[in-house]
């Protein structure tokens, strides 16, 4: 998170540094000028008094000062360093399509969503929090010791670091469970956002099926399963705030009072044979302070093992999920694969699948599989040995029951999905498109919906102008909404703008503005009537875009020159479509 030595975080490392330095000095000059106004009141020597409460009041603004940007020094840090592990994670997140693998192919992160928000941030505060737990209580206590050794001599702050030693490893050890209980706390956190979040993006269904109480049952029961936890934390945090606060608060108190008192109760000390009783009082109060400061910085610090304990449950959290994204990044996935046994119960023969073991040759202008085993991520095979070619300038119609292996087939062609063997040739990822049977509107201007996922700089620099892309919302039947919106540049929310028709005819848009060699459609002209439909193939006959459809109706049999039907149970048809094919559909 500290990219270089000569960078913010650094500056912002030593300006916090240096705060607490001064901040330390700060503390101790209070302590003796607090001690010396005291001595003045007791002593009734106005001079001093008045001497002293104005270096009091002079000084004021200067440890405000100080306080104030000591806090801002840690706030920044906190910030830069969220900014800098968030941009490192979203790389590696949003690198190709490994956000789509954490969600499909991957079972380890069940809520990347929470761990890239909350627990980043979390992580981000209590590693700040920690270092500044730690190294403050320390630089008091390398101060006060300093400056106790003169006064009481070695003896006492020994005594106090011995403590510190012997109440810290006590409290280690309690504090074990902390760490593991952080870790479930934010699954189980992660489980409740995530059912709610399900409730949202499926009202619509659960609404038509009357499946309110139903989903208040699994919601409560999420929730319950946290409630408990929580509890359960609740409940070890007070045993061991109990055990904290004698060990760490009372008794580090209890041992500041009898190393305090020692020069003091023991008449033959040197120290105090010939000192008068203001100068005791005085002294007394100068060393109990500082001693009482001490005490309190090492409380802090057996403290801080409580911080520690939850930033190591954080720590899991990020740790594993940088561990699962590098892995996807580098073709590696963990998921629950159907057994060697049900396989083959299913075949006669035996299939050792293997996640990547296919080859995929890019070459423009042709699709083609070869002996290529068509199989979910988990291992369930829906076709052994799938092979067919197809060229640019032919189109393909898919057709078959619903669950044969349509969307599967194309979730390979799109590299979504493992190569489980044999030889996949086909153009690069930029010069296929899909198109969906719910196509997905960004969030942006009108402009942004057809050239999606280009940007603005993107179109300029294929010298696309506007009137062209009004040309192709023209082509769909879609440039009435430019004239009822007025500008390319309106920000809508376009999911509820658009109905579901205008959504396909969007989509088919940016299909005629990207002009890929080959496109699939997937059931995306469901909304559409049937002469726009003509048109949309026309045109992407007339442009040179080759088109994979699934589709039910008949009226898309005539677009196409051959046909592959899936049957679901493994088998197989690619042939050409002629007078006397048997046309599937409605």
């Known amino acids: 998170m500290v990219p270089r030595t000569v960078c913010k975080e650094s500056g912002y490392l030593l300006l916090i540094a240096v705060m607490l330095v001064a901040r330390t000095y700060c503390d101790v000059w209070m302590i003796q000028n607090g001690t010396m106004i005291e001595s003045a009141i007791i ?3 106005t001079k001093d008094f008045k001497k002293y409460l104005f270096n009091f009041i002079t000084a004021m603004p200067l440890i405000s000062l100080v306080n104030n940007f000591l806090k801002l020094g840690l706030n920044e840090l906190k910030l830069r360093f969220r900014v800098r592990l968030t941009k490192h994670l979203y790389d590696e997140y949003l690198k190709g399509y490994t956000y789509y693998k954490m969600g499909n192919l991957d079972n380890r992160i069940a809520n990347a969503d929470q761990l890239l928000t909350q627990d980043v941030e979390r992580f981000c505060n209590s590693v700040v929090d920690l270092s500044f737990n730690l190294s403050k209580p320390l630089l008091d206590i ?15 702050p020994a005594s106090m670091m011995a403590y510190l030693i012997f109440s810290g490893l006590i409290l280690t050890r309690l504090r074990r469970p902390i760490g593991k209980m952080t870790v479930a706390e934010q699954r189980y956190e992660g489980e409740y956002r995530y059912v709610n979040s399900r409730l949202i993006t499926n009202s619509e269904e659960i609404a038509f099926y009357n499946g309110n109480a139903r989903e208040k049952q699994t919601i409560h029961a999420t929730f319950y399963k946290l409630v408990d936890h929580l509890h359960n934390f609740i409940i070890f945090r007070f045993s061991m705030g109990f055990v904290d606060s004698i060990i760490a608060k009372y008794l580090a108190t209890v041992v500041g009072y009898l190393v305090v008192s020692r020069p003091f109760l023991n008449h033959s000390h040197p120290r105090h044979q010939t000192s008068s009783h203001s100068e005791l009082l005085e002294d007394y109060y100068q060393s109990g302070r500082m001693l009482l400061r001490m005490s309190q910085a090492l409380g802090r610090i057996v403290l801080a093992g409580r911080e520690m304990t939850r930033l190591a449950g954080f720590t899991a959290r990020i740790t594993e999920l940088m561990k699962v994204l590098n892995e996807l990044n580098s073709g590696r996935y963990e998921r629950t694969m159907v057994s060697q046994h049900d396989r083959e119960s299913e075949t006669s023969e035996k299939i050792t699948l293997v996640p990547g073991s296919g080859q995929i040759i890019n070459t423009d202008r042709l ?43 194309f979730r390979v062609l799109g590299e979504l999905w493992p190569l489980f063997g044999g030889h996949l040739t086909k153009p690069d990822r930029g010069k296929l498109f899909y198109v969906p049977q719910r196509p997905y509107m960004t969030l942006g201007t009108l402009r942004d919906q057809v050239i999606y996922p280009d940007t603005w700089e993107d179109q300029k620099r294929k010298g696309i102008a506007d009137k062209v892309l009004k040309e192709y919302l023209d082509n769909v039947q879609l440039g009435h909404i430019l004239d009822r919106e007025g500008s390319w540049d309106i920000v809508q929310d376009w999911m509820d703008v658009l109905s579901g028709g205008e959504k396909q005819r969007m989509a088919m848009a940016r299909l005629f503005y990207h002009k890929p060699q080959f496109a699939i459609l997937d059931e995306c002209t469901s909304a559409v009537s049937v002469d726009v439909e003509d048109y949309i193939y026309s045109h992407c006959r007339k442009v040179g875009i080759s088109l994979f459809t699934v589709s039910h109706r008949k009226s898309l049999w005539k677009h196409h020159e051959y046909y592959l039907h899936m049957d679901g149970r493994g088998n197989y048809d690619f042939k050409v479509i002629t007078a006397e094919t048997v046309e599937f559909g409605s």
């Open 43 to 45: 002593g009734r020597t």
């Open 367 to 409: 699709i083609k599989f070869d002996r290529v085993p068509l199989a979910t991520p988990n291992g369930d095979i829906l076709i052994k040995n799938l092979s067919f070619e197809v060229k640019s300038g032919t189109n393909v119609l898919i057709c078959g029951p619903n669950g044969c292996g349509k969307s599967s087939l």
């Open 142 to 156: 390398g101060l006060y010791i300093y400056k106790l050794t003169s006064a009481i001599g070695a003896q006492g």
